[in-house]
Each structure stands twice: as C-alpha cells, then as structure tokens.
Nanobody, 123 residues
Framework: EVQLVEYGGGLVQVGGSLNLSCTAS????????IGWFRQAPGKQRVGISC????????YYLSSVKGRFTISSDNSKNTVYLQMNSLKPEDTAVYYC????????????????WGKGTLVTVSS
C-alpha cells in the first residue's frame, strides 16, 4: 500500500522559513514523481513544485520560484520543500502527491495524496 506522510507545517512570520517533508512508502518503482500542492481557503488546489525520482528533474510554479527549493533524500524515500521568504499568500494546506507518470503539476496527474499539513504565515 502506497502512503505519503507530510511533516513540517506550522505558524511562521512573514519572511520566515519552513521545511516540509514528504516520506513515501510502498512504491515498487523508482520512476515516480513527487509533487507539492497547496490549497488556500476557498481556492483550488494548485501544484507548486515537483521532483522526479527517476532523473532529478524539478518544476516550480512561478510564484514560488526563487523562494522554494525541492530536494530528495532517496535513502529515506523523502522529498523536502524548503520554503524561504514566506508571504501571507503562502498560507494554505500543503499536500504531497505522487504520480507513476513522473513529475506532476496538476491534480489530475496525481495517483496518491498525503493528508496535508497546514502552513500559516502571519503578518
């Protein structure tokens, strides 16, 4: 059974940093993409970054590029999202998702979801 578990959400002030992690288990193939999505209250769930476990390729949504960094520790089956220079508009529930089709940008591409972790950026 595939499971994705997120850690690292919390309350942070504007300009602060948080490091989210997503630990995956149950995959039998390395050709998997792990992505981070977020959903703010009343808004759609949006893909913000992804990492290809097969070739290390990455993707960032333009609004987080330069502030967020995605990385992987394959030995721990964990993907990290380092978030710096946080803004109030980054406040959302952050979800980890995985796809057998590689790096994923859209909800429809996800085969599996984590339960989410709340990030609140206070001003």
């Amino acid at each position: 059974e595939v499971q994705l578990v997120e850690y690292g959400g919390g309350l942070v002030q504007v300009g602060g940093s948080l490091n989210l992690s997503c630990t995956a288990s149950g995959f039998t193939s390395v050709d998997v993409g792990i992505g981070w999505f977020r959903q703010a209250p009343g808004k759609q769930r949006v893909g913000i970054s992804c990492f290809s476990m097969a070739d290390g390729g990455t993707y960032y949504l333009s609004s987080v590029k330069g502030r967020f960094t995605i990385s992987s520790d394959n030995s721990k089956n964990t993907v990290y999202l380092q978030m710096n220079s946080l803004k109030p508009e980054d406040t959302a529930v952050y979800y980890c998702a995985a796809s057998h089709k590689g790096c994923l940008k859209y909800k429809i591409d996800a085969d599996y979801w984590g339960k989410g972790t709340l990030v609140t950026v206070s001003s």
